[in-house]
């Protein structure tokens, strides 16, 4: 079957770097996207992976290990508008077609 | 805003009915997907459309169907409601076929509410 894990929540400074981690397990691997969703919002994207390596956009980086089936989210100079939910997404094909799966987020809290 | 709209925003109905949740993509979109999110969890997949022929299907019940018609737009129809089916539904659109290079952009989300 197809599973993504990461953690429910993190707490981290105002100023500070976090990370949030994702693993997954899925065939036909296509490629890890994280999305971003404040309270009562909409997810919003951030990134995509397909290969190893490292993306980054501005505050946000994501990283993608596809022997490891795991990436990451690196959020830097943490501001309080970043407390939100972060999701990972695994896109995948197999028989059914195109698939994105969600992981079940995490809450990421910001304190000053 | 994203560019795609949902309507109704809001939906408030008793268990049995059935409604039909309403989404118009982006401007040059060719594909749409429907999603489920309940109570702080996460996205449940449902379907995706693709310049009208269905694509690719997630956990879909039975009692839920989907269609995307000539211009695009694309509706949700649930019936025989259940509490259990209380969640927001959130559409999204993108460029691509696949879903998978391109960035999906999601609606506001229409919140359903079984009672």
């Known amino acids: 079957g197809q599973s993504l894990e990461q953690p429910s929540e993190v707490t981290a400074v105002e100023g500070a770097i976090v990370q949030i981690n994702c693993t997954y397990q899925t065939s036909g691997f296509y490629g890890l996207s994280w999305y971003q969703q404040h309270d009562g919002g909409a997810p919003t994207f951030l990134s995509y992976?397909?290969?190893?390596g490292l993306e980054e956009t501005g505050r946000f980086s994501s990283f993608l290990s596809r022997s490891d089936s795991y990436g990451y989210l690196l959020l830097q100079e943490l501001q309080m508008k970043d407390s939100a939910s972060y999701f990972c997404?695994?896109?995948?094909?197999?028989?059914?077609?195109?698939?994105?799966?969600f992981g079940a987020g995490t809450r990421l809290f910001v304190k000053a | 805003d994203s560019g795609v709209t949902q309507t109704p925003k809001h939906l408030i109905t008793a268990t049995g009915q059935r409604v039909t949740l309403r989404c118009s993509p982006r401007s040059g979109d060719l594909s749409v997907y429907w999603y489920q999110q309940s109570l702080d969890q996460g996205l449940q997949f449902l379907i995706q459309y693709y310049n009208g022929e269905e694509r690719a299907k997630g956990n879909i019940l039975e009692r839920f169907s989907a269609q995307q018609f000539p211009d695009l737009h694309s509706e949700l129809n649930l019936s025989s409601l259940e509490l259990g089916d209380s969640a927001l539904y959130f559409c999204?659109?993108?460029?691509?076929?696949?879903?998978?290079?391109?960035?999906?952009?999601f609606g506001p989300g229409t919140r359903l509410t079984v009672l």
């Open positions: 992976n397909a290969l190893d």
């Open positions: 999204a659109s993108s460029v691509e076929a696949s879903g998978v290079t391109d960035t999906q952009y």
């Open positions: 997404a695994v896109q995948s094909e197999n028989t059914g077609g195109f698939k994105t799966i």
